[in-house]
């Protein structure tokens, strides 16, 4: 199962784009938020999450996408508790392209990762090593530049593209 965590104000392209990536491998997929109430999106759409954490079944893959200020839900503890509950059993976390703000906030990100320029001066500042790369894996880890460098992370986690 592959979800993807809805953040407040996140990215509804790359939470789209990997819906639809996943609904033509014929995987399963679903959304996934702190709650059940409609979530804003970047661009003004609203998304209501599939499962609310304590219901949501655990994922094997898990996408984080970029978000306004995806730090911000990394210092309340139901989102923590819930990264905690499933990071044992996921093979694969996908970070889109500001995501790794909440990971880093979480003191889940490898030190070597892959970002777009709108969070890589950021992420130096704080210590960690920027790829100039689409996307990087370190571990389960796939931190990408974002939006269609996702597609790519996500068909090698697969070994298979898909063409959208």
Excluded: Q
Excluded at 90 to 118: C, M, Q, Y
Excluded at 141 to 154: D, H, I, P
């Amino acid at each position: 199962m592959l979800s993807v965590l809805l953040l407040p104000e996140f990215s509804e392209l790359e939470a789209a784009l990997a819906l639809e990536w996943a609904r033509r491998l014929e995987l399963p997929a679903c959304t996934v938020a702190k709650g059940r109430k409609g979530t804003p999106a970047l661009a003004g759409s609203v998304w209501t999450p599939t499962y609310a954490f304590p219901a949501a079944p655990p994922p094997k893959a898990l996408l984080i996408p970029g978000a306004r200020r995806p730090e911000r839900p990394a210092k309340d503890p139901t989102w923590l508790a819930y990264l905690e509950e499933v990071w044992e059993g996921l093979e694969a976390l996908f970070l889109g392209f500001n995501a790794h703000l909440f990971l880093a906030e979480a003191g889940r990100l490898p030190p070597r990762v892959a970002a777009g320029e709108e969070v890589a001066e950021r992420l130096r500042e704080m210590g960690y090593r920027v790829e100039a790369r689409p996307f990087l894996r370190e571990g389960r880890v796939y931190a990408t530049k974002g939006g269609l460098a996702l597609l790519s992370a996500l068909s090698d986690w697969v070994g298979k593209a898909v063409e959208l």
